[in-house]
């Protein structure tokens, strides 16, 4: 007999009433947030988890955290710390041999696998200062890379953080930025590995 899985434990009257104070349906929240309306039903009855990216489209298009989203749609708590191994500038490029910041290693989620590492972003200019991307390091291009948040390796050794979406070209991939940073078209890449949590 298969053991029945445990859902989440979604608010889901908080995302209601921030989705009527936007006077937003689901299926608008769905649109906004790129999201397929029936995975976005799914999420919010606590029977699918809720991708990075996406709780960041959610937190953009409801005017909220994103950390605040997580909490919501029913992400447990941390329980142990994560390592931080590199720091990010503005253009979310990954600096491994810079000092590492005074930021203490990250409490994880329970769900997280147990080899999560941090990179953060010491910029003081940037408005993401402070923030800690979680992920696994990765040889090679991860199979759930693909169309993803990811924290990505170039040929010529330079790492950042990207959306990894397939380029026309077999074998290439076009970078996204995350917000208005350099996109690169149709890059051959090392590795890449999805950003499994970000704490603002």
């Known amino acids: 007999m298969k053991e029945k899985k445990k859902l989440r434990q979604v608010d889901r009257a908080w995302f209601d009433r921030r989705m009527a104070e936007k006077s937003l349906s689901l299926r608008g929240l769905a649109a906004l947030s790129d999201i397929n309306p029936s995975n976005l039903s799914r999420v919010m009855r606590g ?68 080899n999560t590492v941090s990179v953060v972003c010491t910029d003081v200019v940037s408005p993401m200062r402070g923030w800690q991307f979680c992920f696994v390091e990765a040889q090679g291009v991860s199979a759930d890379a693909v169309s993803r948040l990811c924290v ?49």
């Open 152 to 200: 990505v390796r170039l040929e010529d050794g330079d790492e950042m953080i990207r959306f990894v979406r397939p380029s026309l070209r077999i074998g290439r991939f076009d970078l996204l930025p995350l917000f208005n940073k350099r996109p690169y078209a149709e890059v051959e890449i090392a590795a890449a590995t999805p950003v499994l949590h970000i704490r603002p």
């Open 47 to 114: 029977l699918q988890p809720l991708r990075i990216e996406q709780a960041i489209l959610i937190s953009e298009a409801l005017d909220a955290p994103v950390a605040l989203v997580l909490e919501k749609i029913g992400t447990k708590l941390p329980t142990r710390l994560i390592p931080v191994v590199g720091v990010l500038d503005d253009g979310l490029h990954i600096d491994r041999r810079s000092q590492r910041p005074v930021t203490p290693p990250m409490q994880a989620f329970p769900d997280l696998p147990l």
